[in-house]
């Protein structure tokens, strides 16, 4: 079979498509099988173990947790694995702990408390049907992507993809565009009364009384970074972080004050994401070639908040 994948793979494709027996979204989809069997060549897997482990969510591949920890297991360096549920109620969590070949272990956590501030524990299907399971699977993915970005290219799993908001079909956008967009439906927002929403257009004063980071576009210059790892905010001195990883949880922090920021309007959050996008975009770019894991999970983390920001704005 290889020998026919590698002599034609687009024709090889073509026939694939016509069979009932691949997974739905790739049947009479020929282009689609070949990008699927390609993504998979680039992680290892086999052209037909690919077209069952590889699911498209919203335009995006994404693998299931239990192949991604077959892939990580057939890495060289991989050593071992320890995955524990315990707890109750809120408290309830997974935990997963992995180690690498000369390198010590690392863990990663998700609780139900975290399922619920992502507003995954009031949504029909595994989060009520099997919670265990979806924490596990978040903590998997988590410590798998942090510690074997190398295998795994920046590609996240099947349950977590599942759980992002589902929106309309639309153009296919780079970051970058999207960031221009957001720019654009932010200033082109019209100002909303007071009198008309609880949300009330917020002064200096009271964004400085919220202690959010969130400021006016003559606040966002940063000073002089003291190390290669800064967390620049939108209003004050940067965080000076100690590794990729420290900037990754400063930043998703930082992207989730906007979010829940409560006096100022969606127009505004957009506009002050972008910001924030912007003022940190060098030591972005370096995440990206140190953590692509990490870096994958930012601009998802992003796409999402803006997602939801801008629903019926």
Known sequence: MNDIVKKDPMKFAEEIAKSNLVPKQFQGKP????????????????????????????????????????LCRSHPEFEDIKETISGEGA?????????????????????????????LLNRPGPWKSYPDRML???????????VFADALGGVITREEAGDYPTRDPK??????????????????????ASNE??????????????????????????EVGKSQW??????????????????AE?????????RIHKKSNKAEKLKFLKQLFQVNEDVIKDLETVDSGLHTSIFNEYISIAGELDENN
């Not at 153009?171 to 909303?192: G, H, I, S």
């Open 31 to 70: 282009v689609d099988v070949y990008l699927a069997m390609s993504w998979g060549k680039e992680l290892g897997i086999s052209p037909i173990q690919a077209l069952q482990d590889i699911a498209v969510i919203n335009g995006k591949p994404s693998i299931y947790g239990d192949t991604m920890m077959a």
């Open 91 to 119: 408290s309830r969590k997974a935990v997963c702990e992995i180690k690498r070949k000369n390198q010590s272990w690392y863990k990663t956590e998700f609780s139900m408390s975290d399922a619920n501030r992502a507003g």
């Open 136 to 146: 596990k699977m978040r903590a998997r993915g988590f410590a798998l992507r942090d």
């Open 171 to 192: 153009p296919v956008e780079t970051v970058m565009d999207r960031l221009d967009t957001v720019a654009k439906t932010a200033l082109e927002a019209p100002t909303v």
């Open 197 to 222: 929403v609880n949300d009330v257009t917020p002064t200096k004063e009271k964004i400085a009384e919220n202690n959010t980071p969130m400021a006016q576009e003559t606040d966002i210059q940063p």
């Open 230 to 247: 800064e967390m620049r905010k939108l209003k004050g001195p940067g965080i000076y972080c100690e590794d990729h990883k420290s900037f």
């Open 250 to 258: 400063e930043f998703s922090k930082a992207m989730g004050n906007i």
